[in-house]
């Protein structure tokens, strides 16, 4: 099967090395037959909600997110749709703070976001640098960990009735104290997590991927095991690294 | 007002502190004795660099700054006694340890770290300033590139109008900085067909530093260095004061170049591989020629270079040889990369990777450089350091086959099974980051393969 990746802004948001996340959704979906095919959608395209199983959106330095502020603001009502239809998406760091609703400035002033989910993310003066781990359960009965890097200074807040993706382990998470990471809801996930993400939690990478087939076939599939012991050592390594020098949330 | 301490004082402090770092078996001592007399007294450097007789230079720049200051060092060495960082010690704490321990100096030349430039170029003083490049490097460290890139606004603002500033044209955030200034050097690359029509991947500064624009390259020849222009605006490569041309690469061993300024061309064979190092010889040369070198001096210097300490560096091992190429960030890594196969690529590479504060506690720019070109050539690779199951992942999804990845984190044994499996007689590449890279050489120091740097710095 064809599984259609909309890569958004590809050329201005790849600061955490996200090309690595495309890797290993490609290298994972090619193991199990399945095709990857990632489409660049950046500044000025179309975003076509119906042609997408999966939506990727990563972190940019600070200038370039302004410059991507404004456009997928724009593209709003699109992405939105294609929530609503079950799209799934990954947006990490600065793509994470542009789906929320809206990112407060030093100055006071609020530069809106696609909205697609329900947070907001405040200019914080302190940045929350460093190894993070977490603690998530996006299928019943089956926790997971995630172990990944933290960089960012703006403090996210989660609306009534937002799911955190995981709870903090070692490390700031969303805002530094209230020890929740992340945003999930249905087939959506936001994270602050980069390193990049998926190589080492190869779990959430088949999720997303799972996730995406459902969307184009109307059924989730449950994958076979892959052999992940490189990807084991490198989480076992990184949440070593969390639970030692992690950043300290005040809770 | 804190009572100061006499400038003797804190010194002779200071120097004990050295040799107590040395015998104690922690190193060089080439910061700690700076970090005490910075504490003893904060006015330290300043004071001594101010008694140097023929001032100071500096060296900046993400990528180079080491090869530059010792390329450097090497045109002047002969005729003037120098106080130079050598080791790479590049923060205040390090300035301090050279001027301390470089008796009859007559000339500070200091690579000087891109975060710490602004409060060692205060101190100084100095009479040029030789900045080459802006890279992404070490986010969880340095910051955003622009809060750099805005800290040497500041200090090309800040310097005396009588000091010149030295500036690479081909960066478009550095060469911006000697804009409307009257003592400036500008130098660059200027032979397209060495470099390429487009942009490597995650290149920085593809943005108009005016009016943001994307630039239009006709020529990239390292990451976002080359020959840009704004459609938007017309922001362009300023004019070259010096430049190179008629780049010819000899292998792994060398490269050849015109260098070329208003008063004509100096064919020059350099003993050091890959384009980024002709970017470091020209600016070596343009700063040199600002200090008083003479155009043979620049040449002469240029072709008895060695490499920087653990840059470029062959070391002997029986009848083997290592050769360890130190990588920091993408586009350091990109450019040994693409030496490395234009040069006769290895079939075998012991790859480390640390995350020390030093290396950058994050290890996702790993995933920036462009390894494939190497991968695609190597039979087999072993990757080490702390880090070492991350650069396996690197390998895994950049397409390299699972059987061919050894993952030894142990730095000696991952050296040692590298040498295992170099043929009789061949040499084994060994890609460092820097604390990986200074473990590595404790490591053949401990086995008298080579001097300790302290020694050989001396």
Known sequence: ?251 | MRPRLPLAAGMAAARVAGRVSRLAGAGGGTTLPGKLLNVLDPTAVRRLASRLPRGSAIVSATNGKTTTAAMVAEILSPKVKLAHNRAGANLLSGIASTLLSSNGAELGLFEVDEAALPDVARRVRPQAICLGNLFRDQLDRYGELELVAERWRGVARDLDPASVLVVNGDDPQVGDLARERERAVVFGLDDPACGSPTLQHAADSKWCVRCGTPYDYSVAYVGHLGDYRCPGCGHARPALDLAARAVEPHGLEAVSFDLVDSEGSLRVRLPLPGLYNVYNAVAAAALAGVLGASREQIRSGLERFDAAFGRFERIRVGDESVLILLVKNPAGANEVVRTLVAGGPPRLAVIALNDAIADGRDVSWIWDVDFEPLLERLDRVVVSGGRAAELALRCKYGGFPETGIEVVPELDRALDRGLELTPPGGELVVLPTYTAMLSLRGIATDRGWVKPYWERAA
């Not at chain 1, 790849?14 to 193991?31: C, T």
């Open chain 1, 1 to 251: 099967m064809r599984i259609r990746v909309g890569h958004l802004y590809p050329d201005y948001l790849n600061i955490y090395a996200d090309r690595g996340n495309i890797a290993v959704l490609s290298q994972r979906a090619a193991w199990r037959g399945h095709d990857l095919g990632v489409e660049s959608i950046s500044m000025g395209d179309r975003l076509d909600p119906a042609s997408h199983d999966l939506l990727y959106v990563g972190g940019g330095q600070d200038r370039e997110q302004a410059l991507v502020a404004r456009d997928i603001a724009g593209k709003g009502e699109e992405l939105r749709e294609a929530a609503a239809s079950g799209v799934a998406m990954l947006a990490v760091c600065g793509g994470y703070q542009l789906l929320g609703r809206f990112y407060r400035e030093r100055s006071g002033v609020e530069l809106p976001g696609a909205g697609v989910l329900p947070l907001h993310t405040v200019w914080g003066d302190r940045r929350m640098i460093g190894d993070v781990l977490l603690a998530c359960e996006l299928e019943p009965g089956e926790p997971r960990t995630l172990a990944g890097f933290e960089n960012h200074a703006g403090r996210t807040i989660l609306e009534d009735g937002a799911k955190p993706l995981g709870h903090v382990v070692a490390g700031y998470g969303n805002d530094g104290s209230s020890g929740s990471e992340g945003c999930w809801a249905g087939r959506i996930v936001g994270t602050y997590l980069h390193g990049p993400l998926l190589p080492r939690n190869p779990w959430l990478a088949d999720w997303l991927l799972a996730q995406a087939i459902g969307h184009q076939t109307g059924e989730t599939p449950t994958f076979e095991p892959l052999e992940d012991s490189l990807e084991g050592l490198a989480h076992s390594v990184s949440a070593a690294r969390a639970r030692a020098r992690g950043g300290k949330a005040a809770r």
